[in-house]
């Protein structure tokens, strides 16, 4: 029995997280990487994507055209360079696994847009195990935010110092999730300086630390009177967030046009 590979083209290919998707998906038999696209100026464009990635050459050059067969497409480009990806997806029908971060609502807008048009994975992590931490995260706020003296809820994360956007788009999808299970008024406040007075019962708290070469990191601290739970997610290294989307891009295969999350992926409810 024979089975056809999947035919990804994967958008920001010369980028940090790009070159491991595409080194990830040069190992993978289920994957034939067709396309590693970047834009127009990169000076990489023409050498082979697997080179580029620090991999054994893979036969497919860095290029700006999109190609015509393709299955799937994984972008892990720019908030200005998503715009086109999408279009060129929606034009040619192709599903989408979108982990680029830092939209703009404009841009969420015309995510949710073209999710009625074709098949979509959107998520600020792709990391499975981040995602399972939300679940975590989730559960503890349904459960003790009616605690007697109340729940103080604090959320810290680091990353690289090369991060453009704070705080990450993750630990503000961590602040969304838990602030849903705690009241409609929950405020959403980042960071504290000078004479801030005493802490509201309904705040979450944002702190964004920018160190070193962190990949990333991000701590729920889930404080009580007389007790605290802290949920702490790290990642090693990128290629986590790289194998979270290919995962996504192999469950996209055959799936209807509609907006998806990593909790669908992992077969979790939303």
């Known amino acids: 029995m ?27 038999t289920e994957f034939q990487i067709v396309a590693a696209i970047d834009h127009a100026g990169n000076p990489l ?19 700006s055209d999109w190609p ?4 799937v497409v994984i972008d892990f480009s720019l908030p200005e360079a998503l715009n086109h990806c999408i279009e060129t997806c929606v034009e040619a029908s192709t599903p989408l696994v979108v ?50 003296g109340g729940l103080d809820v604090e959320i810290i994360e680091r990353h690289h110092r090369f991060k453009a956007d704070a705080p990450s788009g993750t630990a503000l999808k961590f602040g969304e999730l838990i602030g849903k299970k705690l009241s409609d008024e929950t405020l959403h406040v980042h960071g504290r300086e000078g004479h801030t007075g005493e802490r509201t019962r309904n705040e979450i708290g944002y702190h964004a630390v920018r160190v070193g070469d962190n990949p990333g990191e991000h701590t729920i601290v889930f404080g009580m009177l007389g007790e605290k739970i802290e949920l702490n997610v790290a990642a090693s290294n ?26 669908d992926v992992l077969g979790l409810e939303s």
């Not at 841009?107 to 679940?135: C, D, E, F, G, Y």
Request: hydrophobic share 50%; charged share 20%; glycine share 10%.
């Open 238 to 263: 990128r290629d986590c967030y790289a194998a979270g989307a290919l995962a996504a891009a192999k469950w996209l295969q055959g799936r209807p046009k509609g907006l998806y999350n990593m909790f």
């Open 2 to 28: 024979t089975t056809t590979s999947i035919k990804l083209a994967v958008h920001g290919a010369a980028g940090r997280m790009g070159r491991r998707v595409v080194a990830l998906a040069s190992e993978d």
């Open 99 to 148: 982990a680029t971060t830092g939209l703009s609502d404009e841009q969420k807008t015309k995510l949710q847009a073209a999710a009625t048009l074709i098949p979509i994975v959107w998520a600020p992590s792709m990391s499975l195990a981040v995602n399972l931490t939300m679940k975590l995260a989730e559960q503890v706020a349904d459960t003790l935010g009616d605690v007697q």
């Open 68 to 71: 015509e067969e393709v299955d």
């Open 45 to 63: 464009l023409g050498q082979d994507a697997g080179a580029v990635a620090g991999f054994a050459p893979i036969g497919v050059s860095l290029a």
